[in-house]
């Protein structure tokens, strides 16, 4: 079989090919080539030389190679968890997981860039929620950490929202994921627990008693009539003496009550 050889203008339109794909391979890099892409969600920061120079929305990018470089900076709703410790006010341990939904202000892209750099979330954002977790539980107990929940995730999302609002930062939301105490603290809960419920048993039980009592001297009261015995008062002390077993055919009752 004889080997078929390509002609010259094969071979020019091969090597052509070869260079048209490494330099469409090559205006794809970042900081070399002449266009890029931005994402949905996302703003492009162009820097000309290491300076910003204009934020591009999300799409095809034209850049000048070598020259341009487009950094992407997410602008949809994130989410930051960390794990945070402090004291109460009654200086109990307190360790919680926290959790914040923020976005980046897309028009204030570039003042983000230049200010904080994209590592925004470690040099802002835990910081700043590490430092308010500390001040707002300090100003609750251990018990009112737990019992008002909802008033302690208010104050620290307002506090967020204020520190990280100059920061072109904007909060969405804070949630405490759990509240974790000492173990004695968790067993002295326990224990305060279970006397309250025996304390209320107690209470309950004691109202039952002194409402049978007060209903036995209701009954007793409206029986008697001037001090006589009604026949209603008569029925209910044969009731009181009777000891359940029937007494033989024509014996009299229970009680024996002299006639007048």
């Known amino acids: 079989m004889t080997e078929q050889r390509l002609s010259p203008s094969q071979k020019r339109i091969g ?11 090559l205006s794809s890099l970042p900081w070399i080539g002449a266009w890029t892409t931005v994402g949905a969600g996302n703003v492009g920061v162009v820097t000309r030389l290491g300076a910003v120079n204009r934020v591009v929305n999300p799409g095809f990018v034209l850049k000048i190679p070598l020259i341009e470089g487009v950094s992407k900076m997410e602008t949809r709703t994130q989410i930051e968890q960390v794990d945070a410790t402090s004291a109460s006010k009654d200086l109990q341990d307190v360790k919680a997981t926290i959790a914040l939904n923020f976005h980046l202000d897309g028009t ?7 200010n904080i750099g994209t590592e925004y979330k470690d040099r802002i954002i835990a910081p700043a929620m590490q430092e308010v977790f ?24 307002t506090d967020l929202r204020e520190r990280l609002k100059k920061y ?3 909060v969405d939301d804070f949630n405490i994921v759990n509240f974790n105490f000492s173990e004695d603290f ?15 048993q107690a209470r309950i ?3 039952t008693k002194l409402a049978r009592a007060q209903g036995e001297v209701d009954a007793a009261n409206k ?5 006589a015995l009604s026949p209603i008062y008569i029925e209910f002390l044969r009731t009181q003496k009777w000891n359940g077993v029937l007494p033989p055919s024509g014996d009299g009752l229970f009680l024996q009550v002299p006639s007048n």
């Open 223 to 227: 029986l008697q009539e001037g001090g």
């Open 168 to 170: 072109n930062i904007i």
């Open 186 to 200: 968790n067993q002295a809960i326990e224990k305060k627990v279970v006397s309250q419920q025996e304390l209320e």
């Open 205 to 207: 039980e004691a109202q």
């Open 108 to 114: 204030k892209a570039v003042d983000v860039y230049q």
């Open 15 to 25: 090597g052509l090919f070869l260079v048209a794909v490494f330099l469409i391979i």
């Open 134 to 157: 500390k001040a707002t539980t300090a100003q609750f107990t251990a018990s009112e950490l737990i019992s008002k929940r909802e008033e302690v995730k208010s104050i620290a999302y």
